[in-house]
């Protein structure tokens, strides 16, 4: 009688990592993820979105000045590239052949292994959709490093770290100690603290207050999420996809407004205010939970709910919010920045990929590669993407009081 083999199984584990059921393992607790458009055909070097951000201005009451005021229309492209993001996991032989014969105890060791990798990266992806590109997904509040804990300096980004995940530290567009990285042995989600495996300033000696903390090899190689595309301050002449945003910060960097001092519903009505002076149509709002639940509170009996359905099997709660162009839908999101809500014009958004962004990499038909340097086999997922927007003055983002 014939044994089963990693062969044998692959039918069966393509019956369970179908597309739609990898995009419910996706979407699933990552709202902006999961309700960003999508295109999935971004092949060749690279992709323009072109955008006018002025209309001619051949116009005046005389028209000896019209003629002689003739300007274009101001028209230029954000010309995307994407980035790569990888999840690997390996199942040890030894595994597969204990659970020879027995269809579910190998199903359960593949599934999980492979589940693991498919979240590992839609966590990355989605942290990334709100960041900036360099690959920060924190900073530290310590004053010493003889020690191996590290304090966040915001508890609300703690979501974004996991055991067993090799960091460094960066500062000024420059990795520590020539990227000098150490593993993360315990998570503090109470207190936001993470421990290293040694002393901090034993390994990365140069350590300081207030570096930011990227995990090995993400430092300035993620996608440009929302913090790039409307960052926190009006964006200088330094070349954003090729294009120069300071020539118009708000048509091109989105708009920026401080509510930090106001209570939660009077700052969304600003920002929607602002962004529909600038004809924009915003009708999303994300925002960390902690914010959510601010802005829940601070409607009391005048909540109403919202429920948003991403595919027919994943749908997410929010609240809505009354803008000048229309309801505007409240979503919180893990993922999102600390003390900052994103309030979106969603159909000027999206994300381009080359195939899904995630899946399971197996375009030679494998979904298991033998391991040249170990007894196991391995299964590769991840995405080749990048985030762009068509409008991003049509969305604004949001300071909140911390």
């Known amino acids: 009688m014939a044994s089963q083999t990693v062969a044998t199984f692959d039918a069966a584990l393509k019956a369970i990592y179908t597309k739609d059921a990898v995009q419910n393992m996706t979407y699933k607790d990552n709202p902006l993820h999961a309700l960003l458009p999508k295109m999935e055909g971004f092949g060749g070097k690279n992709l323009p979105i072109p955008i006018i951000y002025a209309n001619p201005q051949g116009r005046s009451a005389s028209f000896t000045n019209a003629q002689g005021n003739k300007t274009p229309t101001k028209v230029t492209d954000f010309v995307l590239t994407r980035e790569s993001d990888y999840g690997l996991a390996s199942i040890s032989n030894e595994v ?3 659970s020879k014969g027995d269809s579910y105890a190998f199903l359960d060791a593949a599934t999980t292994e492979i589940d693991g990798a498919i979240q590992a990266v839609t966590r990355s992806i989605a942290i990334s959709e709100y960041r900036d590109g360099t690959g920060n997904i924190g900073s530290v509040a310590n004053s010493s490093f003889t020690t191996a804990v590290l304090t966040l300096s915001d508890v609300e980004d703690i979501t974004n770290f996991e055991v067993g995940m090799e960091i460094q530290m960066n500062a000024s567009g420059s990795l520590r100690n020539s990227g000098a ?53 009006a964006p200088g002449s330094t070349p954003f996809f090729t294009v120069d945003r300071s020539v118009d910060p708000t048509r091109l960097g989105g708009l920026r407004y401080d ?42 009996s005048k909540v109403q709910y919202v429920d948003l359905r991403a595919n027919a099997e994943i749908a997410f709660r929010g609240i809505l919010v009354n803008g000048p162009k229309g309801p505007i839908k409240v979503i919180p999101d893990q993922n999102a920045l600390a003390n900052v809500a994103f309030m979106l014009q969603m159909d000027m958004w999206k994300l381009y990929s080359l195939g899904a962004a995630p899946m399971i990499l197996d375009s030679d038909g494998n979904k298991w590669l033998r391991e040249a340097s170990a ?28």
Not at 185 to 202: C, E, K, P, Y
Not at 271 to 288: N, Q, T, V, W, Y
Not at 375 to 402: C, F, H, K, N, W
Request: charged share 20%; net charge negative; proline share 4%.
């Open 259 to 300: 509510g930090s001092a106001l209570p939660i519903e009077e700052a969304l009505i600003e920002i929607a205010s602002l962004i529909g002076r600038e004809g924009g149509s915003p009708d999303h709002c994300f925002m960390k939970f902690d914010k959510y639940s601010d802005l829940e509170k601070a409607l009391g």
């Open 375 to 402: 007894d196991s086999v391995e299964v590769r997922t991840g995405y080749y993407a990048q985030m762009g927007s068509r409008g991003p003055g049509r969305s604004g983002r949001i300071s909140l009081s911390s």
């Open 181 to 233: 990285s150490m593993p993360i042995v315990a998570v503090d989600r109470s207190n936001g603290t993470i421990t290293l495996n040694a002393v901090v300033n034993s390994v990365i000696t140069a350590a300081a207050t207030n570096d930011f903390i990227n995990v090995e090899g993400d430092f300035g190689e993620k996608i440009s999420g929302l913090d790039a595309w409307i960052p926190s301050s």
């Open 96 to 98: 597969l052949l204990a």
